[in-house]
């Protein structure tokens, strides 16, 4: 079971969980000891608002927590990440969804600790056992290996190490894994991936994992794995550099949404695919006005090389397409636009499927993880006019996110199809640690939940 979780305790503290409007009609039912403390604390129940009480024994005994007028779906985050390690219950729950409150006490207690002499030892929130526990657990699990993944820097996580935690998938759930690599990406008809990853010391790479029973519907989905990116010759500065250990975020969304549909035995046919590069400055590196062949058949001319993700993404992409899945999603680090246009928590998404598109803004307000649909707006295509090719690969400064989506919907036929560009981090706040974060997976999840369980 995840570490911030167990089944059961013999003397777990009480979480008491109110919103500020209800508190005052509703605390008559705590102890008066509890009642007490809060009075004289003034609690209120505002937003991160807690209050500790203790027993004789100077053990915690209950924890009142405030949700606010508009309480976030992961507020507990906030206990988890300020409260010690112990065993705690809840007791009230403010009206939050037992699934909210267990991903935000698993969001808040995380910490990435793999280079730390001392390892963490966060608190533990009873979840009983059963199907819903399990569900619960794993979904915990997949989100805390996506945030290493991401949090790994890239001496450590480069395509070799997104080729190892993928094979380390394959093993434990007994799929199928075919990996192609260096050179032989020409050979098999991956010239983009070539392309982006030939100057980087370790070789580029494209990974595709198989799991299921061929006659359930199929599932593709398809993460950029960017393993570090400077920009290549089109060198990124300094400060847009720091963060670049997370461009695999997208890999690192779709492996753990692969791990959620193989450890939950979801009835589809699996198929993930991750190309895997580093776009680095070498003497092979490639250059700005080359014209790179695709798997598509289409030609592109590059405007800039620190817009990479999106090639590596064309490739694989077509590849996906070739199967004719029912749905094919993709994740991907892939615009500082999208940040731009929506912030770093919420996730922007792009499909031409009302349907789809319906299905995924209401599985994002059940699982409370914030999405937004963003518009393939096809007159934009001519940003991305090129006189020399079929399609050069950066529109310039304006609508870069949709330009992207654009992109990337030049190399996709396919019944149903998503893309997500997540920022695949956070901040620190709210007492959630700074580092890597998944973005629109929980989304993303409740949606295939519905779809095919």
Known sequence: MHKAFTASAETPARLHLFRAGEWDDASGDLPAALRAQARAQGFKAGTGEMVILADSEGEIADVLFGLGDRPDALAAAALSAKLPAGDYEVARDGGQPLANIAAGWADGAYRFDRYLKTKANPPRLVIGDGEDADALDREAEAISLLRDLINTPAQDMGPAGIETAI????????????????????????????????????????????????????????????????????????????????????????????????????????????????????????????ILQTRKGLTVEIDNTDAEGRLILGDALARACESDPDLLVDFATLTGAARVALGPDLAPFYTDDGDLADAISAAGTVSGDPVWRMPLWDPYKSMLKSSVADLQNSGGRFAGSITAAIFLKQFVDARRWVHLDVWGWREGKYGRPEGGAACGLRAIWAMLRTRYA
């Open 167 to 290: 094979q380390t998938l394959a093993e434990e759930f007994s799929a199928d894994l075919s990996v192609i690599t260096g050179d032989d990406l020409l050979s098999e008809n991956y010239p983009m991936v070539h392309a982006v990853g030939r100057a980087a010391a370790e070789a580029p790479r494209f990974m595709e994992l198989s799991w299921g029973n061929d006659d359930h519907p199929e599932l593709a989905l398809v993460g950029k794995g960017v393993a570090f990116d400077t920009g290549g010759l089109n060198l990124k500065p300094g400060s847009g550099m720091k963060l670049m250990k997370k461009d695999m975020g997208g890999s690192a969304h779709v492996i753990a949404l692969a791990r959620l549909v193989m450890s939950s035995n979801l009835p589809v046919r699996l198929k993930l695919y991750v190309p895997a590069v580093e776009n680095a400055i070498g003497r092979d590196a490639f250059r700005p006005s080359d």
